[in-house]
């Protein structure tokens, strides 16, 4: 029972590059969501998809891409990476996503990125 | 919008003691969950616990239990006899009428052997 992975598990780019991080889960759970993780701000929404092709802005979408054409992958792209997006980035997924949040949300295992 | 604080940025206690980590949200939903997320040094996000906004029940899992406080916005998580395994980075979570989850900026808490 894999769950939901992410990689690679760390990666180091240079600012300007086109990075992809990759997501997979295995319990065909509906929703999907791109956190990241900052030290003083905890963790940020990104970017969420609540099923194939259906995708919507979080709280720090900017610099971001992502797409999911199947239901069990949720990959996010940083265009042209900068020094700021150095960060820890967790892909989670949770069964649905209704209003009302009934529920709960299962993490990969981060991916560090590092940005010079 | 929804807020959760996490006042304890850091905690440290002695092996054995009970520590309690203070979560409080601020929410106009009346239907919401409530979550704790634990984060070891190894950094993964492990799910501890979900509560909703209808169910004020007090909750015990072994040496975990969870005191949900609907009239003072609290859900605050006690550590009975603490262990060195206990130490970790805890988080609050908050999930309304959005789809995202809100957490707290994180209590670090260290267990001293």
Same mark, same amino acid.
Not at chain 2, 9 to 29: G, H, N, P
């Given at each position: =029972?894999?769950?939901?992975?992410?990689?690679?598990?760390?990666?180091?780019?240079?600012?300007?590059?086109?990075?992809?991080?990759?997501?997979?889960?295995?319990?065909?759970?509906?929703?999907?969501?791109?956190?990241?993780? =900052?030290?003083?701000?905890?963790?940020?929404?990104?970017?969420?998809?609540?099923?194939? =092709?259906?995708? =919507?802005?979080?709280?720090?979408?900017?610099?971001?891409?992502?797409?999911?054409?199947?239901?069990?992958?949720?990959?996010?792209? +940083?265009?042209?990476?900068?020094?700021?997006?150095?960060?820890?980035?967790?892909?989670?997924?949770?069964?649905?996503?209704?209003?009302?949040?009934?529920?709960?949300?299962?993490?990969?295992?981060?991916?560090?990125?590092?940005? +010079? | 919008?929804?807020? /959760?604080?996490q006042?304890q940025t850091e905690i440290s /206690?002695?092996?054995?003691?009970?520590?309690?980590l203070?979560?409080?949200?601020?929410?106009?939903?009346?239907?919401?969950?409530?979550?704790?997320?634990?984060q070891?040094p190894?950094?993964?996000?492990?799910?501890?616990?979900?509560?909703?906004?209808?169910?004020?029940?007090?909750?015990?899992?072994?040496?975990?239990?969870?005191?949900?406080?609907?009239?003072?916005?609290?859900?605050?998580?006690?550590?009975?006899?603490?262990?060195?395994?206990?130490s970790a980075v805890y988080f609050?979570?908050?999930?309304?009428?959005?789809?995202?989850?809100?957490?707290?900026s994180g209590t670090q808490l260290t267990?001293?052997?």
């Amino acid at each position: =029972d894999a769950g939901i992975t992410q990689s690679p598990r760390y990666k180091i780019t240079e600012t300007g590059r086109q990075v992809t991080l990759m997501c997979h889960q295995t319990w065909s759970h509906s929703y999907m969501f791109w956190y990241r993780q =900052d030290l003083g701000h905890g963790l940020r929404l990104i970017y969420y998809s609540a099923a194939a =092709d259906i995708t =919507d802005k979080g709280e720090v979408p900017d610099g971001y891409v992502v797409s999911r054409s199947k239901t069990e992958n949720f990959p996010l792209t +940083l265009e042209s990476a900068t020094r700021s997006q150095t960060s820890v980035y967790f892909c989670a997924s949770s069964e649905t996503g209704t209003s009302g949040g009934t529920d709960t949300q299962y993490f990969g295992p981060g991916t560090r990125l590092t940005v +010079l | 919008a929804q807020k /959760v604080t996490q006042a304890q940025t850091e905690i440290s /206690v002695v092996e054995k003691e009970d520590v309690t980590l203070d979560c409080v949200y601020e929410t106009r939903d009346t239907t919401y969950y409530l979550f704790w997320y634990k984060q070891p040094p190894s950094g993964e996000l492990v799910f501890l616990i979900r509560r909703n906004s209808f169910d004020e029940q007090n909750e015990i899992s072994g040496r975990y239990s969870w005191n949900f406080q609907k009239s003072t916005s609290s859900f605050n998580f006690t550590i009975t006899a603490s262990q060195v395994v206990d130490s970790a980075v805890y988080f609050c979570a908050f999930k309304g009428s959005a789809r995202q989850l809100t957490f707290g900026s994180g209590t670090q808490l260290t267990v001293l052997p």
